[in-house]
Protein backbone atom coordinates (compact mmCIF):
# COMPACT_ATOMS: atom_id res chain seq x y z
CA UNK A 1 0.00 0.00 0.00
CA UNK A 2 1.10 3.50 -0.04
CA UNK A 3 1.04 5.86 2.59
CA UNK A 4 0.22 9.76 1.30
CA UNK A 5 1.07 13.07 3.25
CA UNK A 6 -0.44 16.64 2.12
CA UNK A 7 1.43 19.83 2.79
CA UNK A 8 1.41 23.15 1.73
CA UNK A 9 -2.05 24.34 3.00
CA UNK A 10 -2.15 27.83 5.08
CA UNK A 11 -4.16 31.07 5.15
CA UNK A 12 -4.04 33.37 1.34
CA UNK A 13 -5.99 35.98 0.58
CA UNK A 14 -9.23 35.94 -2.02
CA UNK A 15 -7.58 36.19 -5.52
CA UNK A 16 -3.90 34.49 -4.02
CA UNK A 17 -2.58 31.38 -4.86
CA UNK A 18 -1.25 28.21 -2.84
CA UNK A 19 0.54 25.12 -3.86
CA UNK A 20 -0.29 21.84 -2.32
CA UNK A 21 1.85 18.95 -2.40
CA UNK A 22 1.43 15.27 -1.51
CA UNK A 23 4.42 12.96 -1.26
CA UNK A 24 3.69 9.50 -1.67
CA UNK A 25 5.74 6.56 0.28
CA UNK A 26 5.03 2.91 0.27
CA UNK A 27 4.54 1.32 -3.57
CA UNK A 28 5.43 2.57 -6.66
CA UNK A 29 4.07 5.56 -7.46
CA UNK A 30 3.59 5.55 -10.93
CA UNK A 31 1.06 2.66 -10.27
CA UNK A 32 -1.45 5.23 -8.58
CA UNK A 33 -3.84 7.10 -10.05
CA UNK A 34 -4.17 10.29 -7.56
CA UNK A 35 -6.62 12.25 -7.00
CA UNK A 36 -7.44 15.68 -4.88
CA UNK A 37 -10.84 16.64 -2.84
CA UNK A 38 -11.88 18.72 -0.33
CA UNK A 39 -14.28 19.20 2.47
CA UNK A 40 -15.68 22.34 4.05
CA UNK A 41 -17.35 21.52 7.35
CA UNK A 42 -20.80 20.49 7.96
CA UNK A 43 -19.95 19.15 4.33
CA UNK A 44 -19.68 16.30 2.22
CA UNK A 45 -16.13 15.68 0.55
CA UNK A 46 -16.11 16.57 -3.11
CA UNK A 47 -13.91 15.68 -5.87
CA UNK A 48 -11.51 18.71 -7.43
CA UNK A 49 -9.27 16.71 -9.53
CA UNK A 50 -7.61 13.88 -10.63
CA UNK A 51 -4.22 13.02 -12.89
CA UNK A 52 -3.73 9.14 -14.49
CA UNK A 53 -0.73 7.44 -13.56
CA UNK A 54 1.46 8.88 -16.27
CA UNK A 55 0.03 12.07 -15.59
CA UNK A 56 -1.27 12.47 -19.81
CA UNK A 57 -4.60 12.89 -18.38
CA UNK A 58 -6.48 14.99 -15.89
CA UNK A 59 -9.97 15.73 -14.85
CA UNK A 60 -10.95 18.98 -12.95
CA UNK A 61 -14.37 19.47 -11.25
CA UNK A 62 -16.16 22.58 -12.85
CA UNK A 63 -15.80 24.63 -9.89
CA UNK A 64 -11.81 24.76 -10.20
CA UNK A 65 -11.32 24.59 -13.96
CA UNK A 66 -9.08 27.14 -15.06
CA UNK A 67 -8.03 28.39 -11.94
CA UNK A 68 -6.46 24.86 -10.49
CA UNK A 69 -3.50 22.68 -12.07
CA UNK A 70 -2.80 19.09 -10.86
CA UNK A 71 0.78 18.04 -11.57
CA UNK A 72 2.80 14.62 -10.69
CA UNK A 73 6.66 14.34 -10.55
CA UNK A 74 6.68 10.06 -10.63
CA UNK A 75 10.80 10.65 -9.57
CA UNK A 76 10.09 12.07 -6.54
CA UNK A 77 6.77 10.41 -5.92
CA UNK A 78 4.77 13.81 -5.50
CA UNK A 79 1.71 15.24 -6.29
CA UNK A 80 1.14 18.67 -6.87
CA UNK A 81 -2.26 21.18 -6.52
CA UNK A 82 -1.29 25.01 -7.91
CA UNK A 83 -4.39 26.42 -6.63
CA UNK A 84 -4.72 30.21 -7.86
CA UNK A 85 -7.45 33.12 -8.14
CA UNK A 86 -8.59 31.19 -4.99
CA UNK A 87 -12.02 32.20 -3.61
CA UNK A 88 -13.43 32.22 -0.14
CA UNK A 89 -15.28 28.84 -1.14
CA UNK A 90 -11.96 26.94 -1.65
CA UNK A 91 -11.88 26.96 1.82
CA UNK A 92 -11.82 23.62 3.34
CA UNK A 93 -9.25 20.06 4.27
CA UNK A 94 -7.82 19.24 0.72
CA UNK A 95 -7.12 15.54 1.00
CA UNK A 96 -4.63 13.77 -1.55
CA UNK A 97 -6.29 10.49 -2.59
CA UNK A 98 -4.57 7.44 -4.18
CA UNK A 99 -6.17 4.20 -5.92
CA UNK A 100 -4.53 1.15 -8.09
CA UNK A 101 -7.28 -0.39 -10.18
CA UNK A 102 -10.15 2.21 -10.60
CA UNK A 103 -10.80 3.16 -14.40
CA UNK A 104 -13.58 4.70 -14.63
CA UNK A 105 -16.12 6.89 -11.23
CA UNK A 106 -12.42 8.57 -10.41
CA UNK A 107 -14.34 11.49 -9.71
CA UNK A 108 -16.04 9.70 -6.46
CA UNK A 109 -14.77 9.18 -2.97
CA UNK A 110 -15.21 5.82 -3.07
CA UNK A 111 -13.31 5.08 -6.05
CA UNK A 112 -10.06 6.50 -4.16
CA UNK A 113 -8.32 3.42 -1.48
CA UNK A 114 -5.79 5.21 0.12
CA UNK A 115 -6.20 8.83 1.81
CA UNK A 116 -3.45 11.76 3.54
CA UNK A 117 -4.66 13.21 6.09
CA UNK A 118 -5.26 16.28 5.00
CA UNK A 119 -4.28 19.82 4.90
CA UNK A 120 -6.49 23.08 5.51
CA UNK A 121 -6.70 25.94 3.24
CA UNK A 122 -8.08 29.30 4.39
CA UNK A 123 -9.21 31.70 1.60
CA UNK A 124 -10.06 35.13 3.35
CA UNK A 125 -12.57 37.64 2.31
Known amino acids: QVQLVESGGGLVQAGGSLRLSCTAS????????MGWFRQAPGKEREFVVT????????YYADSVKGRFTISRDNAKNTVHLQMNSLKSVDTAVYYC??????????????????WGQGTQVTVSS
Open 51 to 58: ISRSGDST
Open 97 to 114: AAVTDVEVAFTTVLAYRY
Open 26 to 33: GHTFSNYR
